[in-house]
């Protein structure tokens, strides 16, 4: 148990389909993040929700689109997805936010996810 | 824009023998983190590091820091077959967290 639950663990959806990632943690942080881990790339930080402002968007395409309704949610909506977004979906959380020292990160266990 | 470089991508070892991943920033780092992702899971935070030339010890693990704080290593001595996993180096520079490609460590019993 991490502290980080993530939902679903497992997600297969066409390039039409809506569907939603979700992460809950449970350890009172002030950041949570979404990353995208591909094979043979690093971790690549999406977006940054610092105390429940959005503080960075690393270019995501805008099929995808984050929501968090408070410091323990964090949502990752998806819709017209593409092949090439196949990936596991990593969120984390860290007890600070922006600044020199956020914190070690807590990982969630991710969502793959497969776009057929 | 801030690039962490990890080396080497894998490596396979025998049970016992010692294992070393090094990583590289293009930058002044502020501080450093390592991850250990086993495989099938989730990156889980082992060490950071803040201080030029800090030395800090796990066990068999020794992470250091370079005096300049622009490189990292992650040395195990005598690997077991729990050591199996990927471990990542994070670099942090500002508000930014840049993650190394991760090695790949293989130890066969």
């Known amino acids: 148990e991490t502290g980080v639950t993530q939902t679903p663990r497992h997600l297969v959806m066409g390039m039409t389909n809506k569907k939603s990632l979700k992460c809950e943690q449970h350890?009172?942080?002030?950041?949570m993040y979404w990353y995208k881990q591909s094979a043979k790339k690093p971790l690549e930080l999406m977006f940054v929700?610092?105390?429940?402002?959005?503080?960075e968007n690393n270019s995501v395409p805008s099929r995808f689109s984050p929501e968090c309704p408070n410091s323990s949610h964090l949502f990752l909506h998806l819709h017209t997805l593409q092949p090439e977004d196949s990936a596991l979906y990593l969120c984390?959380?860290?007890?600070?936010?922006?600044?020199?020292?956020?914190?070690?990160?807590?990982f969630g266990e991710g969502s793959r996810l497969t776009v057929l | 824009g801030q690039q962490v470089m990890q080396i080497p991508q894998y490596q396979h070892v025998q049970e016992g023998e010692d294992f070393t991943t090094y990583c590289n920033s293009s930058?002044?780092?502020?501080?450093i983190q390592w991850y250990k992702q086993r495989p099938g899971g989730h990156p889980v935070f082992l060490i950071q590091?803040?201080?030029?030339?800090e030395v800090k010890k796990q066990k068999r693990l020794t992470f250091q820091f370079g005096e300049a704080k622009k490189n990292s290593s992650l040395h195990i001595t005598a690997t077991q077959t729990t050591d199996v996993g990927t471990y990542f180096c994070?670099?942090?520079?500002?508000?930014?967290?840049?993650f190394g490609k991760g090695t790949m460590l293989l130890v066969s019993p």
């Open positions: 930058t002044t780092l502020s501080n």
């Open positions: 350890l009172g942080h002030n950041a």
């Open positions: 994070a670099g942090s520079a500002g508000s930014t967290l840049t």
């Open positions: 590091l803040v201080k030029s030339g």
């Open positions: 929700y610092s105390l429940e402002e959005r503080v």
């Open positions: 984390a959380s860290s007890p600070r936010g922006r600044g020199a020292n956020t914190g070690e990160l807590f």
